[in-house]
């Protein structure tokens, strides 16, 4: 027998609650929306969460601080699809309102499953890392223009011995 989530069931609630417990300033935008600011190695970076009842599916968008001062747009879309190429969760896109790069990511729940804090908390550390780790490519390309296989290229490097 399959239970199907009670009416009120909301894992922005549980968002809320794991960046409170770490003592985060977010921002409630809604019933089924979250927003927060993280400080990450580089730069801030704002996560976004979306909770879509019909569909049971809870959305997280993880904006990146880069600048974009490239004029041609065909090298951003080159980089995200080298970029999303390698990646098994998520996937980064450009967000033309905001000229940034963004990370995203979403969930769908069956209708007895619940979402745990432990699951969120993975979603949010690899968001975290995934941008962490492709803010200096994205910077590369979007601000010093740089190619974007030239951006990507000490990713790429295999490293032998020891130092």
Known sequence: MQLALAANYNPIDLVEEIFNAQSYELERRGINE?????QG???????FFAWEEHIKCLHLSCLMDVENVEPNNSKVFELLALVNEDL???H?????????PIFKHSILLANNEDITSEKISQIIDIAIKECERMHPIF???????????QALYPMNM??????
């Open 34 to 38: 979250v927003a927060v600011e993280v």
């Open 41 to 47: 190695k580089w730069n801030n970076m704002l996560l």
């Open 88 to 90: 098994w969760l998520g």
């Open 92 to 100: 980064f896109s450009f967000w033309k309102e905001q000229n940034m």
């Open 139 to 149: 910077k590369a390309v979007l601000v010093k223009g740089i190619e974007p296989e």
């Open 158 to 163: 295999v490293t032998v011995g020891m130092a």
